[in-house]
């Protein structure tokens, strides 16, 4: 017997329907269709947990299209969307189900609430097929289930904080290397507010023997500390202000420090931005700039002010996402000193089984004032040790797939 758990009222949980059409009658002849279009999900797990469904592995031959997607939660979690899209004989049959995990979850904890959703979703469509007649619906306890997403008593007041460190020693008779990193940071997020903090370090020692005998030591590091507070003013209006500290070698910065405000605003609700988000962002900040070695501007230490604008514009659909974001920032000193960068990535699917991907980034730069005086050494270019002058800077990729043969894609099969 094939068994549902459809869990009413369960923590994290949410369903969202304006208008529900009635399904088309039972088909007798076969299963349901499903194209699981996920990134994450553990495909394996989910054919052994739910296999009272067919896989396909293109959407043209599903009944159902299945949309996952995914955006982090204040509390360091998951929030992860499930949007039914009914194709074919369910065309009109669509809806949106959600739930969200903690930063605590196990795999297996977030897993198995994945496909517990993604059974309660189907249920609807399984009613108007063969299985009907085998379908069974069991409704848990309120206290097994929980009563509310809404947390009664929070004695850390949605605060969330994480630690990390990490070391690593590798080397052979020739050279040898260290590196370190470590990072902390504080995070509150609600409807109103949102505050992030976060102190990062990260150390670098090489060791190099030359063909001469002589023996090389690179050391480095890129430290930082920052901090961002938003307020939410509306459903497309924000306000935030930011600081930064920080100190990196190879920027030729022994201190940098930054504080800055400015506004954002979302020309589709903000609440829409796990499929659609379109943000136009400007912040105004002072930097002041303490340098490790001369510039080539003949600076030790220098106080600007710069206009920092951010364009960006995300889509996950059926047939695929794309991502573009525009960016530019600008020394009010002197408009000359400024960057601009350029950064955008398709992924579609054009016809049955081929997939293209295609992405790049361009920037022009003017604004590397930091820059160290004096001619690198081989040494510094080959190890990178330094940022060198450029104008410019460019990546570009592609690529593509194509499947044929089989639409089924139900067995799991993990041997060797």
Not at 4 to 19: E, K, N, Q, W, Y
Not at 99 to 108: H, I, P, R
Not at 112 to 139: E, H, N, P
Not at 380 to 390: D, G
């Given at each position: 017997?094939?068994?549902?758990?459809?869990?009413?009222?369960?923590?994290?949980?949410?369903?969202s329907s304006?208008?529900?059409?009635?399904?088309?009658?039972a088909?007798?002849h076969?299963?349901?269709?499903?194209?699981?279009?996920?990134?994450?999900?553990?495909?394996?797990?989910l054919?052994?947990?739910?296999?009272?469904i067919?896989?396909?592995?293109?959407?043209?031959?599903?009944d159902?299209?299945?949309?996952?997607?995914?955006?982090?939660?204040?509390s360091?979690g998951?929030?992860?969307?499930?949007?039914?899209?009914?194709?074919?004989?369910f065309?009109?049959?669509?809806d949106?189900?959600?739930?969200?995990?903690?930063?605590?979850s196990?795999n297996?904890?977030?897993?198995?609430?994945?496909?517990?959703?993604?059974?309660?979703?189907?249920?609807r469509?399984?009613?108007?097929?063969?299985?009907?007649?085998?379908l069974?619906?069991?409704?848990?306890?309120?206290?097994?289930?929980?009563?509310s997403?809404?947390?009664?008593?929070?004695?850390?007041?949605?605060?969330v904080?994480?630690?990390?460190?990490?070391?690593s020693?590798e080397?052979e008779?020739?050279?040898?290397?260290?590196?370190?990193?470590?990072s902390?940071?504080?995070?509150?997020?609600?409807?109103?507010?949102k505050?992030?903090?976060?102190?990062?370090?990260?150390?670098?020692?090489?060791?190099f023997?030359?063909?001469?005998?002589?023996?090389?030591?690179?050391?480095s590091?890129?430290?930082?500390?920052?901090?961002?507070?938003?307020?939410?003013?509306?459903?497309?209006?924000?306000?935030?202000?930011?600081?930064r500290?920080?100190?990196?070698?190879?920027?030729n910065?022994?201190?940098?420090?930054?504080?800055a405000?400015?506004?954002?605003y979302?020309f589709?609700?903000?609440?829409?931005?796990?499929?659609?988000?379109?943000t136009?962002?400007l912040?105004?900040g002072?930097?002041?700039?303490?340098?490790?070695?001369l510039?080539?501007?003949d600076?030790e230490?220098?106080?600007?002010?710069?206009?920092?604008?951010?364009?960006?514009?995300?889509?996950?659909?059926?047939?695929?996402?794309?991502e573009?974001?525009?960016?530019?920032?600008?020394?009010?000193?002197?408009?000359?000193?400024?960057?601009?960068?350029?950064?955008?990535?398709?992924?579609?699917?054009?016809?049955?089984?081929?997939?293209?991907?295609?992405?790049?980034?361009?920037?022009?730069i003017?604004?590397?004032?930091y820059?160290q005086?004096?001619?690198?050494?081989?040494?510094?270019?080959?190890?990178?040790?330094?940022?060198?002058?450029?104008?410019?800077?460019?990546?570009?990729?592609?690529?593509?797939?194509?499947?044929?043969?089989?639409?089924?894609?139900?067995?799991?099969?993990?041997?060797?």
């Amino acid at each position: 017997m094939v068994s549902l758990s459809a869990v009413v009222g369960a923590s994290g949980i949410h369903a969202s329907s304006d208008t529900r059409p009635q399904a088309a009658p039972a088909a007798s002849h076969d299963r349901l269709r499903v194209f699981l279009d996920c990134r994450e999900c553990e495909f394996d797990y989910l054919r052994r947990e739910i296999d009272f469904i067919d896989y396909v592995r293109d959407r043209t031959e599903a009944d159902v299209h299945i949309l996952v997607t995914a955006q982090g939660t204040g509390s360091g979690g998951t929030e992860v969307a499930l949007k039914f899209l009914g194709l074919g004989r369910f065309k009109g049959v669509d809806d949106e189900l959600k739930f969200a995990t903690q930063q605590s979850s196990t795999n297996n904890e977030r897993r198995a609430a994945f496909a517990r959703i993604l059974k309660l979703g189907l249920v609807r469509y399984v009613t108007s097929t063969s299985m009907a007649d085998r379908l069974q619906v069991l409704l848990k306890d309120e206290d097994e289930a929980g009563r509310s997403t809404t947390p009664q008593n929070d004695p850390w007041n949605f605060w969330v904080f994480r630690a990390r460190a990490n070391a690593s020693f590798e080397g052979e008779e020739s050279d040898q290397s260290r590196n370190f990193a470590g990072s902390f940071s504080g995070n509150r997020v609600t409807d109103a507010w949102k505050v992030a903090t976060s102190v990062n370090l990260n150390l670098r020692e090489n060791r190099f023997t030359l063909s001469s005998g002589t023996k090389l030591v690179d050391k480095s590091h890129d430290n930082s500390a920052q901090a961002l507070i938003v307020k939410s003013l509306s459903d497309h209006w924000s306000a935030a202000v930011r600081g930064r500290a920080g100190s990196t070698t190879f920027l030729n910065q022994d201190r940098a420090l930054r504080a800055a405000a400015g506004v954002e605003y979302s020309f589709f609700p903000y609440r829409e931005s796990a499929t659609k988000e379109l943000t136009a962002q400007l912040t105004l900040g002072i930097n002041h700039f303490d340098y490790t070695e001369l510039t080539i501007y003949d600076k030790e230490k220098e106080t600007v002010a710069d206009a920092f604008f951010v364009g960006s514009f995300d889509l996950t659909q059926p047939w695929g996402s794309t991502e573009i974001t525009f960016e530019t920032v600008t020394y009010l000193h002197d408009p000359g000193r400024h960057r601009l960068e350029l950064d955008g990535g398709l992924d579609a699917r054009l016809f049955k089984g081929f997939s293209l991907n295609v992405g790049g980034s361009i920037s022009r730069i003017r604004n590397q004032i930091y820059l160290q005086k004096g001619d690198a050494t081989d040494e510094e270019i080959l190890l990178r040790r330094r940022q060198l002058a450029t104008d410019y800077r460019y990546e570009f990729r592609m690529g593509f797939s194509y499947t044929f043969g089989s639409i089924f894609n139900n067995i799991v099969n993990t041997r060797f």
